[in-house]
């Protein structure tokens, strides 16, 4: 609109522009409506109309299933053919081979360490969650999910995989009590799912924090339990030194590198001792260090409670997951190991 053009040429224009991000099936949706990888697409979109001849992207790729990944370089050369220079950040070396140059930026750290000793973790407790019939939607018209239903057991390790707007997320919602189903009943141990028995780490860390800085967020997590102030503090300290992250202690949660503030999101969750945590894209724009980490702590923790994971990154299902569901069209569509999930599945 602010290029002066006529209503008609602007549809036109932006319904291009969906249609290369594989977004034509989102016409008239409300962005509330989109998934995490459907924003990101979104994103995207958006670069190809405007008219600057320099287009900024922070981790583009990070929440894209492998098809949209692919079909995002394609975009790239798109953009350089019009002219324009575009400078993204990554966090993995693979990205840099589409770029025609590459500078590494370097920071002084302590990389992050994990003992599972110091997780602070309840006895197994050996139930099973239930999921019969789920059927959701944002809209009347417009159903995510219909008639899921799926059995995991407690302690273990389940991946939810599908490409960007299957329904993950909002499945992981449902499961955690955020969302109320249109139908269907959520069970853990015989009884209907509280919102204290399930922990909900959210794609985007920023929506899940509720201190200022690394180690109030912690502390909190710790007054839920009975801790005092002081006490709370003191054993947020001592974690944070067990990690190996003291000198972030007094950082503010919003000034977190991104790989960071996925980690203490993860870890601030793990410290209220849930029967079920599920942890929605964990290694998204992540490097090699930090996803190390995190699936050395899914390990650990899915030996004491059942951990949902839901992902978009099939090698890091296999390297967790005890079993994996796709979700396809609102619907599972598999249920078995992750081993034998193929990229053409989702």
Same mark, same amino acid.
């Given at each position: 609109?602010? /290029?002066?053009?006529?209503?008609?040429?602007?549809?036109?224009?932006?319904?291009?522009?969906?249609?290369?991000?594989?977004?034509?099936?989102?016409? %008239?949706?409300?962005?509330?409506?989109?998934?995490?990888?459907?924003?990101?697409?979104?994103?995207?979109?958006? /670069?190809?109309?405007?008219?600057?001849?320099?287009?900024?992207?922070?981790?583009?790729?990070?929440?894209?299933?492998?098809?949209?990944?692919?079909?995002?370089?394609?975009?790239?050369?798109?953009?350089?053919?019009?002219?324009?220079?575009?400078?993204?950040?990554?966090?993995?070396?693979?990205?840099?081979?589409?770029?025609?140059? @590459?500078?590494?930026?370097?920071?002084?750290?302590?990389?992050?360490? +994990?003992?599972?000793?110091?997780?602070?973790?309840?006895?197994?407790?050996?139930?099973?969650?239930? &999921?019969?019939?789920?059927?959701?939607?944002?809209?009347?018209? $417009?159903?995510?999910?219909?008639?899921?239903? +799926?059995?995991?057991? /407690?302690?273990?390790?389940?991946?939810?995989?599908?490409?960007?707007?299957? %329904?993950?997320?909002?499945?992981?919602?449902?499961?955690?009590?955020?969302?109320?189903?249109?139908?269907?009943?959520?069970?853990?141990?015989?009884?209907?799912?509280?919102?204290?028995?399930?922990?909900?780490?959210?794609?985007?860390?920023?929506?899940? +924090? &509720?201190?200022? @800085?690394?180690?109030?967020?912690?502390?909190?997590?710790?007054? &839920?339990?009975?801790?005092?102030?002081?006490?709370?503090?003191? $054993?947020?300290?001592?974690?944070?030194?067990?990690?190996?992250?003291?000198?972030?202690?007094? @950082?503010?949660?919003?000034?977190?590198?991104?790989?960071?503030?996925?980690?203490?999101?993860?870890?601030?969750?793990?410290?209220?001792?849930?029967? *079920?945590? *599920?942890?929605?894209?964990? @290694?998204?724009?992540?490097?090699?260090?930090?996803?190390?980490? *995190? $699936?050395?702590?899914?390990?650990?923790?899915?030996?004491?409670?059942? &951990?949902?994971?839901?992902?978009?990154?099939?090698?890091?299902?296999? /390297?967790?997951?005890?079993?994996?569901?796709?979700?396809?069209?609102?619907?599972?569509?598999?249920?078995?190991?992750?081993?034998? *999930?193929?990229?053409?599945?989702?």
């Amino acid at each position: 609109e602010e /290029s002066g053009e006529k209503p008609d040429v602007i549809e036109s224009r932006v319904r291009g522009a969906l249609e290369l991000v594989g977004l034509e099936h989102a016409w %008239g949706k409300s962005v509330f409506e989109l998934s995490g990888g459907e924003k990101r697409r979104l994103a995207i979109a958006e /670069s190809l109309l405007v008219q600057a001849k320099l287009v900024l992207m922070d981790h583009p790729t990070a929440d894209l299933d492998p098809p949209m990944k692919r079909e995002f370089y394609s975009i790239l050369e798109l953009l350089r053919e019009t002219g324009k220079t575009v400078v993204f950040t990554a966090s993995r070396a693979g990205d840099a081979e589409h770029a025609d140059s @590459t500078t590494v930026l370097e920071a002084p750290r302590q990389a992050a360490r +994990f003992e599972p000793s110091i997780l602070p973790l309840e006895e197994a407790m050996h139930e099973v969650l239930a &999921v019969e019939s789920l059927s959701f939607g944002y809209r009347r018209d $417009r159903p995510v999910l219909l008639d899921v239903t +799926f059995r995991a057991k /407690s302690p273990g390790s389940l991946v939810i995989l599908g490409r960007n707007g299957a %329904g993950k997320t909002t499945l992981g919602k449902l499961i955690a009590g955020l969302l109320k189903p249109w139908k269907g009943s959520i069970i853990l141990g015989g009884r209907t799912v509280g919102r204290r028995d399930v922990v909900y780490v959210y794609q985007l860390p920023q929506d899940g +924090f &509720v201190g200022q @800085t690394l180690i109030e967020d912690l502390a909190m997590s710790l007054k &839920v339990l009975g801790y005092d102030k002081k006490r709370a503090l003191e $054993r947020a300290k001592e974690l944070l030194k067990s990690y190996g992250l003291e000198e972030q202690a007094e @950082t503010p949660v919003f000034m977190l590198e991104r790989g960071l503030s996925k980690l203490a999101s993860i870890l601030s969750s793990l410290l209220l001792r849930p029967r *079920v945590i *599920v942890l929605d894209e964990p @290694t998204s724009g992540m490097d090699e260090d930090y996803e190390r980490l *995190v $699936r050395s702590l899914i390990k650990a923790v899915s030996k004491r409670s059942l &951990v949902i994971t839901i992902t978009h990154d099939i090698n890091f299902a296999k /390297s967790i997951g005890e079993r994996a569901l796709v979700l396809r069209d609102g619907r599972v569509a598999y249920d078995g190991s992750p081993l034998e *999930v193929r990229e053409e599945m989702l």
